[in-house]
Structure formats: structure tokens, C-alpha cells
């Protein structure tokens, strides 16, 4: 079992590009979540999707930010007109199931993209 | 809303002692709670779950605690050693939605 895989590990933009961060989650998993750590801070929560399906987006931002989870492929978080201040690692979990009432259920985190925008 | 805070922010020991790092939380609403370990430009590694019906759960070294009622939980490394210095991040499963809420963590620096 590969465990999370995200790619690119590095990233890096200039101001007004687009990036996209892709994620595959473990094998048999089919929730996906994506969390944004900025510099000197904590991990922040941005959205949950299972597949074809957004299920919570309210950490994301309202503009430029998007995410999709299809039928076949990786998870996609797509910044379009990237700003410095998108600068930060992005990291993607995944479980095999709907955490809600499970406590004994905890997430599988991938090594994250660092995203650089210069 | 959520508040998970971790002290101290920082903490740096000789190799050997033991020591604890403690996180809080302000809405006992949650499902379990998760200490993680990051190392520098890495991903997160989970170190220990405790489910909200339980006060502890061990790992080699490590045993993490759980007061639900109070908000806190504590994470307990004996013997430290150098491999040990990384960054430790706790973090809480809202009852409400699947989200993990993380505290900003303790960088932790063991010293040979």
C-alpha cells in the first residue's frame, strides 16, 4: 500500500499562474481532504470531497481556489492566478470512510506540496 | 469555533529526559484526538489516537492523555532522544462535520 501519494513535491509559480496539486489517496479510500499549513502556522482545514462530490469547501477560499474528486484519477486542487501569499505546503488525507461517530478512525496524511509562488 | 493550543511552542532538552507537551481545546465536542509528527519539510506522521471514551493509549515511549471534560490532552515522551526532535502537532475530530482542527504545535529539539 503506497499510503497518500501528492504530487508535485515542489512547486513552484509565478505571480498569475495556475497551479495544480494532485492527490491519490490510499488504495480503498474514497474521502479526501485537503489542509493548508502557512508559514509558522498550523495546519488549517480547506475542503472535503468524496468522489464526484464536494461535500464541505468551507475552508476554501471564496475566489481563485477549487477542488474536484472524479470518478477515475487523483484529487485536484487547482489555484488559478496564484499570489504570494498562496505560498505554503498543502497537504491531502484521505479515509476509508465518513469519520462522523467513528472515533477510533484517525486520517492517512501524504508528504505534502510546497508551493512557492516568486 | 474550535481552538486547539499547544505549549510550549517551543522546547529544547538534553538527550535523555522526559518530558511532556500539552495541547488544549475549547469544544469537548469531538470525536478523538490525534498527536502527529512532522519533521522539517516532511509530511505528518500519526503517532497516537485516543478515541473520546478513552483517557490514554500507549506507544513505546510515548503515552498520550485524554481529559475530554477539561479540554486537554497530554503527550509524554520518556528517554528522549535526538531522533525525537521534530515538530508535534495535536489535533482534534469534530463531532460536527470531518474536520481535524490542529494546534500550531511544539518544536521539539533533543540534544545530544
Known amino acids: 500500500n503506497a499510503g497518500v501519494m501528492q504530487n508535485p513535491r515542489h512547486l513552484v509559480r509565478r505571480r498569475g499562474q495556475e497551479a495544480r496539486l494532485r492527490c491519490s489517496p490510499m488504495?480503498?479510500?474514497?474521502?479526501v481532504y485537503w489542509y493548508r499549513q502557512l508559514p509558522e502556522e498550523g495546519l488549517k482545514f480547506m475542503v472535503y470531497?468524496?468522489?464526484?462530490?464536494?461535500?464541505?469547501e468551507s475552508g476554501m477560499p471564496k475566489e481563485r481556489f477549487s477542488a474536484e474528486f472524479p470518478k477515475e484519477g487523483p484529487s485536484i486542487l487547482r489555484i488559478q492566478q496564484v499570489v504570494r501569499g498562496d505560498s505554503a505546503a498543502y497537504f491531502c488525507?484521505?479515509?476509508?470512510?465518513?469519520?462522523?461517530?467513528?472515533?477510533?478512525?484517525?486520517?492517512?496524511f501524504g508528504s505534502g506540496t510546497r508551493l512557492t509562488v516568486v | 469555533k474550535q481552538e486547539v493550543t499547544q505549549i510550549p511552542a517551543a522546547l529544547s532538552v538534553p538527550e535523555g529526559e522526559n518530558l511532556v507537551l500539552n495541547c488544549s481545546f475549547t469544544?469537548?465536542?469531538?470525536?478523538?484526538l490525534q498527536w502527529f509528527r512532522q519533521d522539517p519539510g516532511k509530511g505528518l506522521t500519526s503517532l497516537l489516537l485516543?478515541?473520546?471514551?478513552?483517557r490514554e493509549q500507549t506507544s513505546g515511549r510515548l503515552n498520550a492523555s485524554l481529559d475530554k471534560s477539561s479540554g486537554r490532552s497530554t503527550l509524554y515522551i520518556a528517554a528522549s532522544q535526538p531522533g525525537d526532535s521534530a515538530t508535534y502537532l495535536c489535533?482534534?475530530?469534530?463531532?460536527?462535520?470531518?474536520?481535524?482542527?490542529f494546534g500550531a504545535g511544539t518544536i521539539l529539539r533533543v540534544k545530544s
Open positions: 488525507a484521505s479515509s476509508p470512510l465518513n469519520l462522523a461517530g467513528r472515533q477510533n478512525y484517525g486520517y492517512t
Open positions: 489535533a482534534v475530530l469534530l463531532e460536527y462535520g470531518n474536520k481535524l482542527v
Open positions: 470531497l468524496q468522489k464526484e462530490n464536494i461535500i464541505d
Open positions: 485516543i478515541q473520546s471514551s478513552q
Open positions: 469544544d469537548s465536542a469531538i470525536y478523538n
Open positions: 488504495k480503498g479510500h474514497s474521502h
